[in-house]
């Protein structure tokens, strides 16, 4: 048989399952929930392979060479082969990624809300690939950004195999990337939470079941794999004593992990910058970045990075001085700027926490010295600077508070880990807007916030949405006439006009309601102009994104839209207009139907 025959008859024969898979006619939700298991199982799974990727080169780069070089010569080896790992990898992403610049958290983001959920699967898989020597060869990068584009990817092939709408694929993307978070850090409520907030910007009805079902689905593969034990080892004794701890020593802490947040974003683009400069051979800027890491790594013997997918033990943020766990932080910011800007693969929640236990563990140290009987415990507050560096770097503070609550399970913690997460993460937005995540898609010219593309509604405007044929209310209208407007139709707002078709005021359905509820009481010479209220209002050539602000900062769900200088009405625009703008301007900037159903027909 022909080579085409062949696949002609393989994409006929698939087409037939797909037919069969449509005739059975299942529910929305039963289809989700019934892909969000297989997905969490082939997370799961991607997860141990990957861990094992990961000790893998960490036999090759670290124990072998130990073996057979004496320990004297550590301080030359260990950069070099920090080097070798790093070119490694970025020779990975280069010719076998082919050039991807992507295929992180950020990428997932961006194919969720521009891509209709499409994550090609080579570039996920040499992203991957590269990870797991970055963080061998020792690197210093987390393993949550590869397992994330994994899950995500895995997501993504099967929506795409079964040909399904981009909803579905959204929602299949998250769970994916859910299952991951769960599957890596033994934390199912955490990773179905960082799927929720980060990749999908909503919490969704549609998508929360089968997010979470592929979360604790992840979670107790993983548990099979590698038992039921938290990512970061937790100390035995951790706690604090004193109630003025909660109400001054942790708020502090909040501020000075927001402080140290913002000092990391900065950092890493500044690093991101200076390497672009690089033009000249590029080559060799893997080999500098890996050898300025390692040197790194052996200067602080080996604490700033595991061992293999091993994290390094929270015990040690309690017992050193405080000055060197703050170098650490430091240098743990320095080595995954140099890690992830030269060539090297890998994740940023990691380092977030290691730098946060870092900051907490250098605080509470400080604490416990100029108070030394005031019985505080150091361990405590490096656990609590994990969450709220997590928070603030990412922007992520649901997912901080879960992720430490779930490696202690302990409810007493949660009091200053939720009091210190919300202030650094108010801090650190304060002082820079950009977190490590939106940092990235900025640099690119995207802007993304929950799970909306920003520079879409940016580039639209009022006049590309907005209802011109919205039913006016004339100022004079007696309370009879007003309640025509009552049920009509699915209009929110209905402005009131004078005889000129200046605004005077709106009056909503709520507004109706009550009308309707006290007709009785009501005297025809009550008015349309009696009963409106003042509204904001939006002009045809003002930007969606400003309108849609404009709404949200005054709770409303509809605005009149006027014309500038004579203050005349044109209509309404409301939230659901703007949707609709935005998801044809999302549809034609996103491939074609025919790529999508390349591998089946669309399933209803």
């Known amino acids: ?40 199982v082939l997370s799961a799974l991607g997860v141990a392979v990957f861990y094992k990727s990961i000790d893998l080169a960490f036999a090759l780069f670290y124990r072998l060479p130990g073996e057979l070089v004496p320990r004297a010569a550590v301080l030359a080896y260990r950069p070099v082969l920090t080097a070798t790992g790093f070119a490694a990898a970025w020779w990975f992403m280069k010719y076998v990624g082919r050039g991807h610049d992507g295929m992180n958290v950020p990428d997932v983001q961006l194919a969720v809300v521009r891509r209709r959920g499409i994550i090609p699967p080579r570039p996920a898989l040499a992203r991957t690939a590269a990870s797991a020597i970055t963080i061998g060869a020792g690197g210093s990068a987390g393993s949550e950004g590869p397992v994330v584009v994994f899950g995500s990817a895995i997501g993504s092939l099967c929506g795409r195999t079964f040909g399904f709408s981009s909803d579905r694929m959204r929602v299949l993307v998250g769970a994916g990337a859910g299952a991951a978070i769960s599957a890596a850090f033994n934390a199912p409520i955490a990773g179905a939470f960082f799927a929720l907030e980060e990749i999908l910007g909503s919490l969704a009805v549609t998508a929360f079941p089968p997010v979470v079902v592929a979360s604790v689905i992840a979670a107790v593969v993983s548990r099979a794999v590698f038992g039921n034990h938290p990512a970061f080892p937790i100390p035995v004794e951790y706690s604090y004593g004193l109630a003025r701890e909660v109400f001054l020593f942790f708020p502090l802490l909040g501020v000075i992990t927001g402080v140290v947040a913002a000092l990391f974003v900065r950092v890493f683009f500044g690093v ?33 990075v595991g061992y293999g997918h091993l994290a390094v033990h929270l015990e040690v943020f309690g017992r050193m001085p405080w000055y060197s766990l703050a170098l650490l932080a430091l240098g743990s910011i320095v080595a995954t700027s140099i890690t992830l800007n030269t060539g090297g693969s890998g994740g940023l929640f990691t380092p977030s926490l290691y730098v946060g236990a870092a900051t907490g563990g250098a605080f509470g140290v400080a604490l416990a010295q100029l108070l030394p009987n005031a019985s505080i415990r150091p361990e405590a507050y490096a656990i609590v600077g994990m969450g709220a560096l997590v928070a603030a770097s990412t922007s992520a503070p649901i997912t901080g508070i879960l992720l430490v609550f779930e490696m202690t399970n302990d409810y007493a913690l949660v009091l200053p880990l939720m009091l210190a997460t919300v202030i650094s993460y108010l801090v650190a937005r304060r002082i820079e807007p950009d977190s490590l995540y939106s940092g990235w898609l900025r640099r690119r010219g995207e802007r993304i916030e929950h799970g909306t593309d920003e520079t879409a509604l940016a580039s639209l405007r009022v006049r590309d949405a907005y209802d011109d044929r919205a039913r006016l209310v004339g100022e004079h209208e007696d309370v009879g006439a007003l309640l025509d407007h009552l049920g009509h139709d699915d209009q929110l707002v209905f402005p009131v006009v004078d005889g000129a078709g200046a605004l005077c005021g709106i009056i909503d359905l709520a507004d109706l309601g009550r009308i309707a509820k006290d007709y009785a009481n009501l005297t025809a010479l009550v008015l349309a102009s009696d009963l ?60 074609d139907d025919a790529e999508l159903s390349a591998h089946g027909q669309s399933v209803a």
Request: no cysteine; charged share 20%; hydrophobic share 50%.
């Open 1 to 40: 048989m022909e080579p085409k025959a062949k696949h002609s008859s393989v994409r006929d024969s698939w087409r037939a399952v797909v037919d069969w898979f449509n005739a059975l006619e299942l529910s929305e939700n039963t289809i989700l929930i019934a892909f969000a298991l297989v997905i969490g």
């Open 272 to 304: 991101e910058a200076l390497v672009k400069r690089m033009t000249r051979l590029r080559w060799l800027v893997p080999w500098v970045g890996g050898a300025l890491v390692g040197v790194l790594v052996v200067m602080s013997r080996g604490l700033l």
């Open 532 to 591: 409106a209220h003042p509204a904001e209002t939006v002009t045809p050539n003002e930007t969606l994104l400003d309108a849609t602000r404009r709404m949200g900062v005054r709770g409303v769900s509809a605005v009149p839209v006027v014309d500038a200088p004579g203050g005349r009405v044109l209509g309404v625009l409301s939230r659901h207009h703007v949707l609709a703008a935005y998801e044809r301007s999302i549809a034609g900037s996103t491939p």
